[in-house]
């Protein structure tokens, strides 16, 4: 049963708006920076909310319900969820940190009244904590402070506090808002506390705060309908489903509602309410009705797009949406034209493509997608490159075969002068290492912004302010010169003046001759030109990279190539062939590698480096004709 109390009475066009406030209700979102520990928090607050049962066996990570987000460790999409506790629903989403998945938060910070703003124990405040933060801070959301991991034996519970505090003020927060309180805990234990040296016995000390400080929704259920739309799900059976807040009067199964959307100005269109839910823990319950600040789930309006409002029909009056920020990196998506298109995937029509890609547009508002110069292909533009790369991986799993291009940043014209997109980059590595960072990244135009070292004098942190086209391929390149110990994070800063040309890539590929099956023979005679990418046993057709050359250049080799058989071939002859281990290139590293005249043939089966003219002699006429201009 849904209670309310009277706070205000307002005339308002001839009609007494009344503001309710819903005392058995919250909405928060737990924010943070990358693995700081929210979705094992999430599943402990379900646990002692009362969402399983005491004996029922249930899998770490339960939020990250999509197979990429369990392999990777990371949250990509937001997921609604919601716990008891002391007769009050608390209804909680669960954001990514990464800052690809950025468009994520900010649009779901629409449908709640405070956040939890997660801080390692250990790391502090890191550069996706300032961004999700500045982004609460600007809705006027209150805060709540968690450090989490306090169980860490290199967790700093003195400090961390007080960088939060930095942080607060940095970013303008109100005098409130400086006042957030502060809680400890041990995400994975499943403990809160107030005070940084008691561990706690469990979460009633969150739960207790998140009722006491975290405001409880308000509006008027008898006014016309407002339900903002913040996100998007599909499903087979009923197709397009909306998910957002109710901000003012109540949602019924059957109601003729009007879609409106503030920034579009476009006539409201007519649909009907077919089903509606709320979130109970993990499930979606069907209700009649929902009222002022529950969050539901709706389907009937096919045409439903976030940031859409649905009013009623007499006063179609649309709520402002979040602005998100724009894409900043374009790579091209085509229809797989290699030797090999069709024989791995279910999907490979441009049709079919071009459906895929609109149809990620629905949940996705931070990507664009837009036709390209041929009518195969198509301009994908997103964050970065995870970002592209999540959905290209997520569509081969779907059965769709393509073929992607080397990504490129998005440039702007900002009063006359040509901009390019900065990103701040937080680097994290052992002292021996420092240095080969450093030159690396003014190598590649960065800018020092700050150099210090940590506690303990054994780590530096580094600032710099770079060109996001030049960090393009050097991730794992810092891993390589930090032997894994290094920690780098990047976050989106401004535009800028472009900076001039540079060179990343002084490598060069080996290129198959012809088609075939790569034999050891061929593959030893070919591994001194450089580090093969196949194991013998392996088709592949002409203009395929199966290599990569040391040194700038491409160069043509023949990994099929038999062993010619004589009648004095000793029979312990190939037991003498050492073929060194190829190197198997992920999604991310195959297209941080690839030059602008190549391709990823992305399949269900395989990922495979070409050459964008896969035959030699016409590759070498368009090479020739470059050069001249």
């Known amino acids: ?55 029922q066996v249930t899998e770490e990570r339960v939020m990250d319900s999509n197979a990429l987000e369990r392999e990777r ?35 779901i910070l629409k449908m709640v009244n405070g956040v939890i703003l997660l801080v390692d124990a250990a790391e502090g405040p890191m550069p996706q904590t300032r961004f999700v933060l500045q982004k609460a801070l600007e809705l006027n959301h209150k805060v709540i402070v968690v450090v989490n991991k306090i169980d860490r034996p290199d967790a700093r519970l003195d400090e961390v506090p007080d960088e939060v505090l930095e942080l607060l003020i940095d970013l303008d927060a109100s005098n409130e808002q400086l006042e957030s309180p502060v809680l400890f805990c041990s995400g994975r234990d499943g403990t809160a506390s107030l005070s940084p040296y008691d561990r706690g016995t469990d979460l009633k000390p969150l739960f207790d705060t998140i009722l006491d400080y975290i405001p409880a929704p308000e509006g008027d259920p ?64 069907p209700v009649e009705s929902a009222s002022v600040g529950d969050i539901v789930c709706f389907s009937g309006a096919d045409s439903i797009t976030i940031g859409d409002t649905v009013t ?99 440039l702007r014209e900002i009063d006359g002068v040509t901009c390019e997109p900065i990103e701040r980059v937080f680097i994290d590595v052992p002292n021996d290492f420092s240095g080969a960072v450093i030159e690396e990244l003014s190598r590649r135009k960065g800018e020092l912004i700050a150099m210090n070292p940590n506690a303990v004098g054994t780590r530096m942190k580094i600032e710099y302010l770079i060109p996001t086209r030049c960090l393009l391929g050097y991730r794992s390149m810092f891993m390589t010169a930090t032997r894994g110990e290094g920690i780098m994070n990047t976050v989106f800063e401004d535009y800028e003046p472009y900076r001039g040309d540079i060179q990343l890539r002084f490598t060069g590929s080996l290129v198959a001759s012809e088609d075939g099956e790569t034999t050891s023979y061929g593959l030893y005679n070919t591994q001194e030109r450089g580090s093969m990418f196949l194991s013998p046993g392996v088709k592949i057709y002409a203009g395929q990279i199966v290599g990569m050359n040391p040194k700038q250049g491409d160069i043509t080799v023949n990994p099929c190539k038999q062993k010619h058989l004589t009648s004095i071939r000793s029979s312990g002859a190939d037991e003498k062939l050492i073929l060194v281990p190829p190197v198997v290139f992920s999604l991310e590293e195959a297209i941080e590698f690839i030059n602008d005249d190549e391709l990823i043939e992305v399949t269900p089966k395989s990922i495979r480096l070409r050459k964008r003219i896969l035959d030699k002699d016409l590759r070498l006429k368009a090479e020739a004709k470059a050069k001249r201009g």
């Open 1 to 55: 049963m849904v209670y309310y109390y009277v706070q205000t009475v307002q005339p308002i066009a001839n009609r007494e708006e009344k503001t309710l406030i819903r005392k058995d209700l919250r909405n928060i979102a737990i924010i943070a920076h990358v693995d700081h520990g929210k979705t094992t928090l999430v599943d402990e607050m379900l646990k002692q909310g009362g969402i399983f049962r005491e004996n």
């Open 73 to 107: 460790g990371i949250t990509i999409l937001a997921k609604n969820t919601a716990i008891h506790y002391k007769d009050v629903k608390i209804n909680v989403v669960d954001t990514p940190g990464h800052a690809d998945f950025g468009g994520e938060v900010e649009r």
């Open 222 to 285: 008898d006014g016309e309908l407002q339900l903002l739309v913040s996100s998007i799900d599909y499903n087979d059976y009923v197709g397009r489903i909306g998910i957002g807040r109710v901000e003012r009067g109540t949602v019924r199964v059957n109601q003729d509602v009007c879609i409106t959307n503030f920034h579009e100005g476009t006539d409201p269109k007519r649909t009907r309410i077919v089903s509606l839910y709320q979130i109970d823990g993990l499930n979606r319950i």
């Open 312 to 410: 009623s029909v007499n006063c179609p009056e649309p709520l402002e949406f979040v602005k998100v920020s724009e894409p900043t990196m374009e790579m091209t998506f085509s229809v797989n034209d290699s030797p090999f298109a069709g024989r791995e995937g279910k999907f490979v029509t441009s049709r079919q493509l071009r459906d895929r890609l609109y149809r990620e547009l629905q949940k996705d508002v931070s990507l664009r997608v837009e036709d390209g110069e041929t009518t195969d292909s198509f301009k994908v533009c997103g964050r970065g490159e995870m970002h592209l790369s999540i959905l290209i991986e997520t569509m081969r799993r779907e059965g769709y075969e393509l073929a992607c291009s080397t990504p490129k940043v998005l």
